[in-house]
Nanobody, 126 residues
Framework: QVQLRESGGGLVQAGGSLRLSCTAS????????MGWFRQAPGKEREFVAA????????YYGDSVKGRFTISRDNAKSTVYLQMNSLKPEDTAVYYC???????????????????WGQGTQVTVSS
């Protein structure tokens, strides 16, 4: 069993930055891939970013490439999402999740993730 807790969301003006954190407890954090997803009202959950267990590789959704950066600190059991140049269309609830499938590459689909946090709201005003 794994518990995930996101933090760092809030209200920011367009062009601003936020840093989300997700801290895990329970099973060994350092052996799993981690991902961030987001869901806006009335829309499907969207892949944002993922990182391999070793931090060797990162993956991004097309809409956030070049603006967002995912990283992790296994010693702190924490994964981060640095969000820069935020746009109103980035407004959503952001979720972190654990991919424990054991594949080489983390999934970019929500169905590939086993555990989810409760989400943190990010609102970008124009």
């Amino acid at each position: 069993q794994v518990q995930l807790r996101e933090s760092g969301g809030g209200l920011v003006q367009a062009g601003g930055s936020l840093r989300l954190s997700c801290t895990a407890s329970g099973r060994t954090f350092s052996s799993c891939h981690m991902g961030w997803f987001r869901q806006a009202p009335g829309k499907e959950r969207e892949f944002v970013a993922a990182i391999t267990w070793s931090s060797g590789s990162t993956y991004y959704g097309d809409s956030v490439k070049g603006r967002f950066t995912i990283s992790r600190d296994n010693a702190k059991s924490t994964v981060y999402l640095q969000m820069n140049s935020l746009k109103p269309e980035d407004t959503a609830v952001y979720y972190c999740a654990v991919d424990w499938r054991g594949m080489v590459v983390p999934s970019t689909r929500s169905s590939g993730y086993d555990y989810w946090g409760q989400g943190t709201q990010v609102t970008v005003s124009s």
